[in-house]
């Protein structure tokens, strides 16, 4: 059985229906902060499967126990956590206490119980400002422009320490890039609350007109348009991949891996092929470069695919029909 925590948010839920698919059984446990239980129920619907939900927060050590106590776990998928970067600069103790303390008392309560067997959702962004395009794993972590990104590098940190004192742990580190798009099925996908703060969840509401127009911070970047470039992958790819990681538990040590395509696209090009996929007019506009924001940056996936047989299978078409129809099946997310 396997510990999904988070898994009622975006990328949690997807995981947890490819865990199911693949014949894990799962326990999720979620605070419902930014996530929704009626994902876990679609994904029920979807697998023809049941998950296990429990309603509670990773900071709560006596909720911990409990579940550990419940279940017979054998190893943790840790997605729980706060990513929205400009709110992490805004309230950095919050960001802090979730991700970075939330994730002690999760190896804590995994100690206790003799589980030592983690997969982390981390991001490239700890790579920092000054790494070189593509990232490698090689490569050594970076300064972080904020405290979302800081608070995934000492996560990290601290299970690179935890794997060199105590030789019991396998520990996969995922550097997630740009995960968008949605289950084929259209029934669940993201579903930010409030303003998105990603550009996909955005497109995809100006879209559907829930908000008016994209603004597009910088078009005088030193790219190939002047827009900022990222590496978008499907999140369903995404999923495939922690099920795939899976295998590296079996012997213990740290393992790093990037999950991405190794395909910058730009801001605009991504603009330009949502219209053309999705058969709709968006209105944007250019604005003023935001902080924080890198010209360009993208994986190099090689690694993944030499040691887990992952590679990125669903291209830039299907990213943005799949976000289509998630998005227009539901255009009020799960209240719809
Ligand atoms: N979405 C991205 O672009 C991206 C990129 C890189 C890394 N990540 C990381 O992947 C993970 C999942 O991201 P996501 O996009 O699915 O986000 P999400 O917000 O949709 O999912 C996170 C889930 O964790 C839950 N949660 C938050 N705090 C909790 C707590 N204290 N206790 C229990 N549950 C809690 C939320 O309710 C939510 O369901 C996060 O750790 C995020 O930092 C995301």
Redesign the pocket.
């Known amino acids: 059985m396997i510990l999904v ?10 995981a947890v229906l490819e865990l199911l698919n693949s014949g894990y059984e799962v326990v999720v ?8 239980l009626e ?1 876990i129920e679609r994904v029920e619907r979807i697998t023809n499967k049941k998950v296990i939900f429990e309603h ?5 050590s006596a909720f911990l126990k409990y579940i550990f106590s419940k279940y017979a776990i054998l190893s943790v998928m ?7 970067v400009s709110e992490s600069v805004s309230s950095p103790l919050q960001y802090y ?3 970075v303390t ?1 994730t002690l008392e999760l190896i804590k309560a995994m100690s206790t119980a003799g589980i030592n067997k983690i997969v ?6 700890v790579y920092g400002e000054a790494a070189t395009v593509p990232y490698v794993e090689s490569m050594p972590r970076g300064q972080s422009a904020n405290p ?1 990104g800081a ?2 590098g000492m996560v990290e940190q601290i299970f690179t320490d935890l794997a060199r004192a105590d030789e019991r742990w396998s520990i996969v580190l ?7 798009g949605a289950h084929e099925s259209g029934d669940i996908g ?3 609350k409030g303003v998105p703060n ?1 550009l996909m969840p955005y497109i995809s509401q100006v879209a559907v007109g829930i908000r008016e127009k994209l603004t597009i911070f910088g078009n005088d970047y030193p790219t190939r348009d002047g827009t900022c470039e990222r590496d978008y992958l499907h ?1 369903s790819d995404l999923a495939e991949g922690h099920v795939l990681s899976l295998s590296m538990l079996k012997t213990p040590g740290l393992y790093t891996f990037n999950l991405g395509t190794g395909k910058p696209i730009s801001v605009l090009e991504m603009v330009l092929a949502f219209q053309r996929v999705a058969k709709v007019e968006l209105k944007y506009e250019f604005g003023k470069r935001r902080d924080g924001d890198l010209p360009a940056f993208w994986a190099d996936a090689s690694k993944a695919k030499e040691l887990l047989g992952w590679e990125a299978k669903r291209d830039l078409a299907a990213m943005i029909k799949d976000t289509w129809n998630w998005q227009s099946k539901n255009p009020n997310g799960y209240n719809s």
């Open positions: 925590t988070g898994g009622a948010g975006y990328i949690g839920s997807h446990i979620d605070n419902l902060s930014n996530g929704a994902s509670g927060d990773i900071r709560d840790h997605f729980a956590g706060l990513k929205a206490d979730v991700n939330g982390f959702s981390s991001s490239a962004t979302y608070s995934k995922l550097r997630y890039f740009n995960p968008i993201e579903d930010p990603n999140v």
